[in-house]
């Protein structure tokens, strides 16, 4: 099998060039959506965790009654082995079961709003100053020290997801703008742009994006996600590990 070639690195960070064709939606909603995204919790670097730690009662105070707020009950007890993360560790978050029946990352209220981002905002921080990475940066990820499309995760998704496409109207690398620039700098954005707007847009090559039909509505995702619950807790390990920190 032959191995696949990445024309275009960035500091040693390789990029995948499905990262300037993938379509995806307007922006993320969590009125559509649910906050579907983080039922599988999130991988994070295991010196993460200290940061977190600071923040602990600020978080629980944000919590709603029925989320964990035993902060010893938020991590897996295994640490992994995993050169994409700074110290070369990854720890994971733990997830729960919702009165109604969602397993849910352990930070994710009944709103579907990460508690960690609540948290920061209502102490007047940056929204993502304390918010694992690969929490920002879906649906991108790096896995292998390969910028991509998280792909598998996607495909469980009802909105934002690759089988959805009707629902898309951009590619992933434009509505993840900000992101991009937060998680690795202005100056690898531009670089990214640079190469984007010169091999993508001035050549009018056509993202991955449906024709839309102007009568078409989206059903609201609480609807569907029943039908899924049980298929969700069997395949939580397996997506859990392909949402990586990368700093």
Request: charged letters at 30%.
């Amino acid at each position: 099998m032959t191995e696949k070639i990445f024309p275009l690195e960035y500091k040693g960070l390789k990029i995948d060039p499905v990262i300037f064709t993938q379509g995806f939606v307007p922006a993320c909603n969590i009125g559509i959506c649910g906050g579907e995204c983080c039922d599988w919790g999130v991988y994070m670097d295991r010196d993460f965790k200290d940061v977190l730690t600071k923040f602990e009662k600020e978080i629980q105070d944000v919590m709603d009654e029925n989320q964990i707020k035993d902060s010893s009950e938020w991590y897996e007890k295994d640490i992994e082995v995993d050169s994409d993360f700074p110290s070369g560790f990854a720890i994971g978050t733990e997830t729960y079961t919702t009165k109604s029946g969602n397993e849910q990352c352990v930070f994710k209220d009944s709103n579907g709003f990460c508690s960690i981002q609540v948290m920061a905002m209502k102490n007047n921080m940056h929204k993502w100053a304390v918010k694992p990475k690969y929490c920002i940066m879906y649906p991108l990820t790096i896995v292998d020290n390969i910028l991509t499309y998280d792909e598998e995760h996607s495909a469980k998704l009802h909105y934002c997801g690759i089988n959805h496409e009707d629902n898309f109207v951009q590619t992933v690398f434009d509505a993840m703008k900000e992101e991009l620039i937060f998680v690795l700098g202005i100056d690898c954005y531009n670089f990214l742009n640079d190469y984007y707007e010169k091999n993508y847009k001035s050549l009018n090559k056509k993202p991955h994006l449906p024709r839309h039909d102007e009568h078409h509505q989206i059903i609201k995702i609480s609807e569907i996600k029943r039908l899924d619950i049980a298929n969700q807790k069997k395949d939580n390990i397996f997506h859990k590990k392909n949402l990586k920190e990368y700093e």
